[in-house]
């Protein structure tokens, strides 16, 4: 069973960084999608950036592109999402989580939306003081 656990959270000021980890174990392929997902007060959950375990392709929501990185340890064990020149507006629950690739006309597929996902770490909170 795919486990995902997500740390790193916290208070930072307009302008900071901080760095996510999420711990990932369970995995039965290579042929996975693991991403960030963020959810603020009184808005729907959406997707910040996700990686292909299978190629290494990375996506990023407009909003965050440029500013954030995912990235993977060696081992692929731990993923990471660094955010630089953080703003007000990131404040959120940050979520991991993962699917599996679907294989569909010679290509792997995976959506970084929520509804694409289908194991979820617990969340951590960061918040973006102005």
């Known amino acids: 069973e795919v486990q995902l656990q997500a740390s790193g959270g916290g208070l930072v000021q307009a302008g900071g960084s901080l760095k996510l980890s999420c711990s990932a174990s369970g995995f039965i392929s290579g042929d996975y999608a693991i991403g960030w997902f963020r959810q603020a007060p009184g808005k729907d959950r959406e997707g910040v950036s996700c990686l292909s375990g299978r190629d290494g392709h990375t996506y990023y929501s407009d909003s965050v592109k440029g500013r954030f990185t995912i990235s993977t340890d060696s081992a692929k064990n731990t993923v990471f999402l660094q955010m630089t020149s953080l703003k007000p507006e990131d404040t959120a629950r940050y979520y991991c989580?993962?699917?599996?690739?679907?294989?569909?006309?010679?290509?792997?597929?995976?959506?970084?939306?929520?509804?694409?996902?289908?194991?979820w770490g617990t969340g951590t909170l960061v918040t973006v003081s102005s």
């Open positions: 989580a993962a699917t599996y690739l679907q294989y569909r006309s010679g290509t792997w597929l995976y959506a970084c939306r929520p509804y694409g996902m289908d194991y």
